[in-house]
């Protein structure tokens, strides 16, 4: 991956989340919101969004770690950049100081994470600005992680470095949004995606369902797909759609598509038992249909058997396995039952200005034992987008602790 300096200007392959025909509700991903007091000045905010910019290129390819960027700047100019290309490999800030070289002692060097204090798979890079003499450190914001949790900043401070903290910190909150609900809950950041129709849709009765939405909002889903780590379906999906699940990009990244199914009672051909570009794991319960595992196996489908396959269980298999984000594309059923084990906190629901009716029709989210208008899960923090000729509600569903 190219993690060379680059000059300060906008990257068109990036993907740019102020569409021109936004139409914002509530808060979003603005540093902005009212009440909230700007932090730094316009510079420090520009170095900010270069470093968020960065980080970005190396979307979905960093779990369990953050997307981070870092920007050095010396006399007003850049005079070194880097990002954190993956789990493993040196964080943004090492990256940066290194293109920086000599140019880094007495310079400015913006992060849009706490650098920080630990020796993980890598040394502490606290220690790292301290030794490259920088002479501030400007932070977007705090790592949650509790092996930092303010302690490089602590650090940083204590070594007589001027730190200046909460620099963009709404936008680099939300881009790391999937690292912070794993750190602090212990499981990935759930997503759940549908596309229905305007009467509330998301196949026809005989299960028909290519396509709801235009191509507009299609193409954002391949976009959303490749910044996260697992895509998630139920076996109904499977047999009805036959997807594929990949982000469509090339180049981009593509998360682990994953097939929950109990009995494995699964097509013998399926897009997703063709594994040789993208990976496919089935999650499935202690002894189901041997044969067809084997089936699955010998075309490189990975197999897991959890002693009892909820979205919980899976939601903590796929903790335990690195991820800080999962996209759940499933129907109605699972959908039902993640939302009920507190596997969603986010909801994508696209709507197509599109009427299929039906008394039959399948609805994106099943039974949720609910009776009253006022049991309804209200979502928070809502964005409306119009996307092409379809809409795009997001929000995000209160979690239990909070
Ligand atoms: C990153 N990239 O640029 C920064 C991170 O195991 P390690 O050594 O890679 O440490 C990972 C932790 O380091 C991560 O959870 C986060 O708290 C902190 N900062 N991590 O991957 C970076 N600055
Ligand atoms: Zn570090």
């Not at 890598?122 to 949790?149: F, H, Q, R, W, Y």
């Not at 507009?216 to 997807?243: F, K, Y």
Request: proline share 5%; with cysteine; glycine share 10%.
């Amino acid at each position: 991956m190219d993690n060379s300096p680059v000059v300060a200007q906008a990257d068109p392959s990036l993907p740019s989340d102020t569409q021109e025909n936004a139409l914002l509700v509530g808060t979003a991903v603005s540093s902005d919101s009212p009440g909230k007091e700007r932090v730094g000045s316009d510079f420090d905010r520009q170095m900010m969004q270069r470093c968020l910019e960065l980080a970005r290129r190396a979307l979905g390819r960093t779990s369990p770690n953050p997307l981070v960027g870092a920007v050095v700047v010396k006399d007003g100019e850049i005079v070194g950049e880097g990002f954190h290309p993956r789990a493993g490999e040196p964080h943004a800030e090492v990256f940066a100081l290194r293109a920086a070289g000599v140019g880094a002692r007495g310079a400015t060097i913006y992060v849009s994470l706490e650098p920080c204090n630990h020796y993980g798979r890598t040394p502490p890079c606290s220690e790292g600005l301290i030794a490259a003499g920088v002479a501030k450190v400007v932070v977007g914001m705090v790592d949650p992680n509790p092996l930092v949790a303010g302690a490089g900043i602590a650090r940083l401070r204590g070594a007589g470095i001027e730190v200046l903290v909460g620099v963009e910190e709404a936008a680099c909150r939300q881009l790391n949004e999937g690292f912070v609900h794993r750190i602090l809950h212990k499981r990935p950041m759930g997503i759940l995606k549908y596309a229905m129709t305007l009467d509330g849709k998301i196949a026809t009765s005989s299960g028909h369902s290519a396509w709801v939405t235009s191509q507009d909002s299609r193409s954002e889903v391949h976009q959303l797909r490749s910044s996260c780590d697992a895509v998630i379906v139920g076996g109904n999906t499977v047999r009805q759609d036959n997807p594929y699940l990949t982000s469509h990009q090339v180049g981009g990244h593509n998360p682990l598509r994953v097939v929950m199914s109990r009995h494995l009672n699964l097509p013998e051909n399926a897009h997703l038992w063709e594994t040789a570009s993208v990976g496919t794991l089935v999650l499935t319960e202690v002894g189901a249909n041997p044969n067809f595992q084997e089936m699955l196996l010998k075309h490189g489908v990975e197999v897991v058997e959890l002693a009892s396959l909820t979205p919980d269980q899976a939601m903590d298999y796929l903790y335990k396995r690195g991820f800080c984000s999962v996209l759940w594309e499933c129907g109605g059923t699972l959908a039902a039952s993640a939302i009920a084990q507190g596997a969603v906190q986010k909801v994508l629901a696209f709507i197509a200005p599109k009427i299929i009716g039906g008394s039959n029709a399948p609805t994106p989210v099943g039974d949720l034992g609910f009776t009253t208008m006022t049991q309804a899960l209200s979502l928070e923090r809502v964005r409306w987008r119009v996307i092409g000729v379809d809409c795009l509600v997001e929000g995000y569903l209160r979690q239990k602790s909070e």
